[in-house]
C-alpha cells in the first residue's frame, strides 16, 4: 500500500475504534469501562460499585429483619387478642354462682392459653423468631461496626413467659383462685404491651437505615 492508502485506512480503523467506543458507551451508560479508558477514574468506579453491591446486600439483610419483627408484632397482636379472650371467661367465671359452669369455663380458659403456646411457636419468620426468646442481629455498614442487636423473649403462658397458669381441676371453683388468674392475664397483657413498644422502637431504626442505605447506594 501507499503512504496515502496506508493514512487513510489508518483513519477508518481509528473512526471504527471511536464508533465502537461510542457505542458501547452508549449501551452501557459509562463513558469508562475498562482500566484502558482511564485507570483512575475505571478503579474509582470499581469501588463505589463494590460498596454499593456490599451495600444492596445489607439492604436486603434489613429488609428480612423487618418481616421478622414484623412476624412477631403479628404475633404479639395475637396474642393479646386471645389474652383479653381468657379474661373474659375468667371474668364471667367470677360472676358465676355455678360451679359447673365455672369448671366449664376453666376448660375454655385452658385451650385458650393452649393457643397462645401454639401461636408464640408459629410467629417465625426464616428460623427466627422473637417470640421463642431468639436474637436478631442487623448489621448497617459493611465491616458490622454500625449494627442492632433485637432481643426477643418468651411469648409462651409458661413462668418463664408471660405467666399464665392453667386452671387445673376445680381451682376455678373459689373466687379468689379465679382472681389470680385475672391478675395474671393483666400482668401479661401489660408485658405485652412493653414488649410490642419495644419492637416497634427497633422496627423503626431498621426502617430508617434502611431508607439511608438506599440512598447511599443510589
Do not use: C
Amino acid at each position: 500500500l501507499t503512504s496515502a492508502m496506508r493514512a487513510n485506512l489508518y483513519s477508518l480503523q481509528n473512526t471504527t475504534k471511536l464508533m465502537e467506543t461510542t457505542q458501547n458507551r452508549l449501551s452501557t451508560g459509562k463513558k469508562v469501562n475498562s482500566a484502558l479508558d482511564d485507570p483512575i477514574a475505571y478503579f474509582a468506579a470499581e469501588a463505589h460499585t463494590q460498596r454499593a453491591s456490599d451495600l444492596a446486600g445489607l439492604k436486603d439483610e434489613m429488609g428480612e429483619g423487618i418481616q421478622t419483627i414484623t412476624a412477631a408484632n403479628n404475633g404479639i397482636e395475637a396474642i393479646t387478642t386471645l389474652v383479653a379472650s381468657a379474661k373474659s371467661l375468667a371474668q364471667a367465671a367470677l360472676a358465676s354462682s355455678s360451679t359447673v359452669e365455672q369448671e366449664a369455663y376453666s376448660v375454655q380458659f385452658n385451650e385458650l392459653l393452649d393457643q397462645i403456646d401454639t401461636l408464640a411457636a408459629d410467629a417465625g419468620y426464616k428460623g427466627t423468631n422473637l417470640l421463642e426468646g431468639d436474637t436478631l442481629t442487623i448489621n448497617f455498614n459493611e465491616d458490622a461496626t454500625s449494627f442492632l442487636t433485637v432481643t426477643g423473649f418468651d411469648a409462651s403462658t409458661t413462668t418463664d413467659g408471660i405467666g399464665i397458669a392453667v386452671a387445673s381441676g376445680n381451682s376455678w371453683t373459689a373466687d379468689t383462685d379465679i382472681t389470680v388468674s385475672i391478675n395474671q392475664l393483666d400482668a401479661a397483657r401489660s408485658e405485652l404491651r412493653t414488649k410490642a413498644k419495644g419492637l416497634s422502637s427497633d422496627l423503626s431504626t431498621i426502617t430508617i437505615r434502611e431508607d439511608f442505605t438506599d440512598k447511599m447506594i443510589n
